[in-house]
């Protein structure tokens, strides 16, 4: 059986008492729908110098190991002088996007958002990071230094991921979409800065440019009532 003769004919967006619904004007009815337990990421662009910060990462690169988390292959720093001058401006930016994020999500005003720690990621040919979370911390982001041609995405994995797989099958999907994807990829873009949920699994897929190095900072970000 087909449905053909039941078709949206037109879709609204509208806000009631702070719920986005999602109108839909079908034949002859409205059908609400009400997207529950939506996942926040957000991205926006930074008016920062990042030459000097790689410079800094670069030369870190040299005396230090790093560390090994999440990064496969890459070099990953161990967690940066909070006080250091380079950074000041980013990390005044990171936690002021933190506080409108989370008034955004619903928290409440009188909450001080600080940076707990911050490192910075090199990654060169083919390295990548598996999937991980943040644990401990409420906000996580990153903020992209370079991101040469082809350096990989960042993935959010939905956390529904593994019941969606067995029963919302892909061959169902007439376009994947944030509603009905069980993974959603986004670009990093020089001076964006992302920021999610510290619980939402993530990863990068490999950097996939021969001679160029993707290079980013992660951070968590602490809250505390006031
Ligand atoms: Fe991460």
């Not at 920062?48 to 030369?59: A, L, V």
């Not at 409108?100 to 090199?122: A, H, L, P, R, T």
């Not at 959010?156 to 169902?172: E, I, K, R, Y």
């Amino acid at each position: 059986m087909l449905y053909h003769h039941f078709y949206i004919k037109e879709l609204h967006i509208v806000e009631n008492n702070g719920i986005i619904l999602y109108n839909i004007l079908m034949k002859d009815n409205l059908l609400k729908i009400h997207p529950l337990f939506s996942i926040f990421t957000s991205s926006c662009t930074l008016n920062i110098d990042n030459k000097p910060i790689i410079k800094y990462g670069e030369s870190l690169r040299k005396k230090e190991k790093g560390r090994i988390r999440s990064n496969s292959g890459g070099w990953q720093s161990n967690n940066l002088p909070l006080n250091h001058k380079l950074l000041t401006p980013l990390i005044k930016e990171i936690e002021e996007y933190a506080f409108v994020y989370c008034q955004s999500v619903g928290f409440k005003k009188n909450i001080e958002y600080k940076i707990g720690n911050i490192w910075m990621n090199i990654n060169g040919y083919k390295d990548s990071n598996l999937p991980h979370i943040h644990p401990n911390s409420v906000i996580s982001g990153a903020y992209y230094l370079k991101t040469p041609k082809d350096c990989g995405n960042i993935g959010f994995m939905n956390p529904s991921q593994h019941l969606m797989d067995h029963t919302w099958l892909d061959t169902f999907k007439d376009s994947f979409t944030e509603v009905n994807s069980a993974l959603w990829f986004s670009k990093p873009e020089e001076n964006v800065l992302f920021l999610f949920p510290s619980w939402l699994l993530h990863l990068v897929q490999p950097n996939m440019n021969k001679k160029e190095n993707r290079i980013s900072i992660s951070f968590n970000i602490d809250a505390k009532l006031l």
